[in-house]
């Protein structure tokens, strides 16, 4: 038994280093590749998705499963498989079966339609025309229906393509979590949009190449190790990994918004340091993946809000950010840490502060259940997406860019991604409150500057496990608890009470 799964994972292996090749050629070409490239990348990708594919439904690779278990009932042919080789057996099991539901054309097809669309999307985002991306766009949601129905579901076919990226919570799941979460958010926002606070310091003219070496240093810190990864610029900021050595990340520069490109880093490095941190020795097996999309957002939304939001992170790293930015010099930690963490309902997602980000995200979710579902047209989104910024966060987008073209997602065919984004909130205040247990001075040691203690915890309470449980199983594991939104709710209400009384002082002592 031992010497067939060996032989499994060898296979696995194989295909893990093609889908490495295209999560570099999909990182190129968001960087580096020249414009004029498009069509031959589409292309590649076509070719290449379908040599996955076919790997990875091939009769070499199934005949190796089933010497290990039934394709069919998930039943071991062995007891003496160890816990990481059951785990690893369950979720090949998983993946296979879901991987032959969909056709080898379907994969062809939907990865070349992809990344023509992706060309499409900038190119209507520039001219701020919908009507261009609008036909790609139609095409992808039906092959995101068609993916749905191959694939199978029991209630709703966005479970299908939710499971894809947040395996074992369903559509309805998550409409209970965002519901509790739309109802307490929106009525914080009323409360602490209306604050008083000073944020202009924070914008003007900060130059790229000191927030650049600013960040390099906060990637250091944080024992991001550039050895293994790299930090570039792309439209859109995201994290690519084929290998625990091989994580790279990249940012955008906002000159004249100074925090922007900060919490871009420190969120990007969230990710790239939980691929940095799964097991390299059981790289080609599940226990060497991600656990999830929920759980990886978790990871980025832990370092970039509870840890960089912090006044306790600031208190450190504040007077390196003056020195390379004297124009900050007058202006107190405290008033900074209050106009960091101002609440200002805006436009785009990825800027968005603390209190209004799952807003957006709920909003897509919204949008992306009823266009699968069948309720909405393509054509009707900008309007929708519209009232729905209107009745979240009281604003209406000017333009699409700032509106329903912003974000990638759709025309990477991501649909069921966006829920993540969120469950990552709500995921990380769980985990932080696990951390904080184990740490009760944690606020003490990132005053000294200390934040490998932080990497070292996540790398043994979630990064080592890979796929071995579910989401609901680690939480439940770290935490004691199922799912719950009590603790990132008592999270934003506690620190953005606080943040209006520190705002109330500050500005009765001017």
């Not at 509106?403 to 759709?410: A, E, I, S, T, Y």
């Not at 979630?462 to 796929?467: A, D, E, S, V």
């Amino acid at each position: 038994m031992q010497k067939d799964f060996e032989h499994l994972t060898n296979l696995s292996r194989e295909i893990k280093v093609l889908k490495g090749i295209s999560h570099l050629l999909d990182w190129d070409q968001e960087t580096y590749m020249p414009e004029g490239a498009s069509a031959i990348r589409a292309e590649q990708f076509e070719v290449l998705s379908g040599i996955i594919h076919a790997k990875s439904t091939s009769s070499e690779f199934k005949n190796a499963l089933e010497k290990l278990i039934d394709i069919e009932t998930g039943t071991l042919k062995s007891d003496k498989f160890d816990p990481k080789q059951k785990a690893s057996l369950r979720e090949w099991r998983k993946d296979f079966r879901q991987e032959t539901c969909l056709p080898e054309q379907f994969i062809k097809d939907f990865a070349k339609l992809t990344s023509q669309s992706i060309v499409i999307w900038r190119e209507a985002r520039k001219q701020n025309g919908f009507h261009h991306f609008a036909p790609y766009l139609e095409k992808i949601i039906e092959m995101c229906r068609k993916k749905a129905d191959l694939i199978g579901y029991k209630e709703h076919p966005y479970d299908a393509l939710l499971d894809l990226y947040e395996p074992g919570i369903t559509t309805k799941e998550v409409e209970k979590l965002f519901s509790e979460l739309e109802t307490e958010i929106t009525s914080l926002v009323k409360t602490v949009s209306n604050l008083s606070i000073d944020d202009s310091f924070l914008h003007g003219k900060f130059s790229e190449e000191k927030q650049i070496a600013f960040s390099k240093m906060l990637l250091k810190k944080m024992d991001y190790d550039e050895k293994y990864g790299r930090l570039d610029f792309s439209t859109h900021p995201f994290s690519s990994a084929s290998h625990p050595t091989d994580s790279r990340i990249t940012t955008r520069i906002h000159p004249s918004m100074l925090m922007s490109n900060i919490y871009t880093v420190m969120h990007e490095a969230g990710h790239g340091l939980y691929e940095m941190g799964l097991p390299t020795e059981e790289y080609g097996t599940p226990i060497g993946e991600a656990l999830s999309l929920g759980m990886h957002e978790s990871q980025s939304r832990f370092w970039e809000t509870r840890i960089g939001r912090s006044k306790a992170f600031w208190q450190f790293y504040y007077p390196l950010l003056q020195k390379e930015f004297p124009s900050l010099s007058s202006v107190p930690l405290e008033q900074f840490y209050v106009a960091i963490n101002k609440v200002t309902p805006s436009f785009i997602r990825v800027e968005a502060d603390e209190v209004t980000y799952s807003l957006h995200v709920i909003l897509r979710f919204q949008i992306e259940k009823a266009l699968i579902g069948g309720s909405l047209k393509v054509r009707d989104i900008p309007e929708v997406w519209n009232e729905k910024m209107k009745q979240f966060l009281n604003i209406e987008p000017k333009n699409y860019a700032e509106g329903c073209l912003q974000d990638v997602h759709w025309s990477m065919g991501g649909f069921g991604y966006f829920p993540s984004y969120t469950l990552g909130n709500i995921y990380a205040a769980q985990i932080f409150e696990a951390f904080e247990k184990q740490f009760p001075s944690w606020e003490e040691k990132i005053q000294s500057g200390d934040l490998s203690f932080i990497k070292k915890w996540l790398n043994e309470s979630i990064h080592q496990y890979g796929r071995m449980y579910s989401s609901k199983e680690i939480l439940q594991k770290i935490t004691g608890h199922e799912i719950t939104t009590k603790p990132y709710l008592n999270y934003l209400k506690g620190k953005f009470k606080n943040i209006e009384e520190l705002s109330t002082i500050y500005t009765e002592a001017k």
